[in-house]
């Protein structure tokens, strides 16, 4: 099916595109890489009157580290984060996260703020961005805010975000320096959507685990924390028992459907198996930080 007729309009500044907003209201949409909003309206699931693309406007297309974090602008896609040179050592986990994204189709055109933004239960960075404990930066006409991940989602596809505030960034806070993580995610075939998925990322502080980051794919009504996994790695010594312990946790947490992607109890065993197969990763890849 074809969307409905809609207006165009390509600002140039994050201003425009927010006056346009303001202007609009609800018969407004901001457009990124259209991999989620287009599919939708040509379900007419959503008849945007005015499609407003903030593909021109340029300080958004730019990944970085400054200021004690990795800033990731507004239009840097999932190949971008798949393939940058600052999403190796530290940030690894966003470039596992990257490649497991869909196919490069949707890779090359959609991006890590249009998914966040779009909060899909089954999206992949609301996982690696809670583990990172991220920042959403959002920018409206009384000016810019930063909102923390836990507080940005606020239920499937549904976030805090005002109607009329421009995400301009995601930014994650450098992690400490022996420190590392990983994505892992079981799909049925290369570029479906996660049966369930673990993002894991933990630092180290003379041999024991300062932060440890724990969050779930595909297993909940959105993504999920594994709070009491992360707080009962936090100050051990990362052993067997102890590894063990979080993965029985982290399973805990999650509270799956039975559906074509597998029973409820088979996504729990997977959630804890990953969370397992995660922390030893990430311990190797903090060891070689
Ligand atoms: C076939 C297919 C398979 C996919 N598989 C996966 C998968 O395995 N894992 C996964 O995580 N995702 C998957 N996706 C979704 C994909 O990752 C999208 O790219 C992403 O969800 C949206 O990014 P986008 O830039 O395309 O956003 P758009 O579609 O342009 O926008 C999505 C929403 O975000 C809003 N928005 C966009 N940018 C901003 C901004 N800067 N400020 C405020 N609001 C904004 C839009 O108004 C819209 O509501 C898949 C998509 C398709 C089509």
Not at 69 to 75: D, F, N, Q, V
Not at 102 to 114: E, K, L, Q
Not at 130 to 137: I, M, P, T
Not at 193 to 217: E, N, P, R, S, W
Request: charge should be negative; hydrophobic fraction near 40%; charged fraction near 25%.
């Amino acid at each position: 099916m074809y969307p409905a007729a809609f207006e165009y309009q390509a600002p140039s500044t994050v201003e425009e595109a927010i006056s346009l907003l303001e202007e609009h209201g609800d018969e407004a949409k901001l457009i990124a890489g259209g991999q989620s909003l287009i599919p939708l309206m040509k379900l007419r699931f959503a008849t945007p009157q005015l499609l407003v693309d903030i593909g021109r406007i340029p300080d958004l297309d730019t990944m970085q580290q400054e200021d004690g974090g990795l800033h990731i602008g507004a239009r840097v896609s999932h190949k971008t984060c798949e393939r940058s040179k600052t999403s190796a050592g530290r940030f690894g986990i966003i470039a596992d996260a990257a490649k497991v994204i869909s196919d490069p189709i949707v890779r090359n055109r959609g991006t890590v703020v249009g998914s966040l933004v779009h909060a899909d239960p089954q999206g992949d960075w609301g996982a690696v961005m809670l583990a990172l404990r991220a920042e959403v930066v959002a920018q409206g006409p009384s000016g810019s805010r930063s909102i923390p991940i836990d507080e940005f989602f606020a239920g499937p596809f549904t976030t805090t975000l005002g109607g009329n505030e421009v995400v301009t960034e995601v930014r994650v806070p450098t992690p400490q320096p022996k420190s590392g993580g990983t994505y892992l995610k079981l799909e049925r075939k290369v570029g479906d959507y996660a049966t369930a998925a673990v993002a894991a990322q933990v630092d180290f502080d003379h041999g024991k685990v300062g932060q440890a980051g724990i969050a779930l794919t595909g297993v909940g009504p959105g993504n999920v924390r594994a709070t009491e996994a992360e707080a009962a790695l936090r100050g051990a010594e990362l052993t067997d028992d102890a590894i063990a312990e979080a993965g029985r946790l982290a399973a805990e947490a999650a509270t799956p459907q039975d559906d074509v992607r597998g029973s409820a109890t088979y996504k729990r065993n997977v959630v804890r198996v990953f969370t397992e197969r995660g922390l030893r990763e990430a311990a190797k890849r903090a060891q070689a930080a």
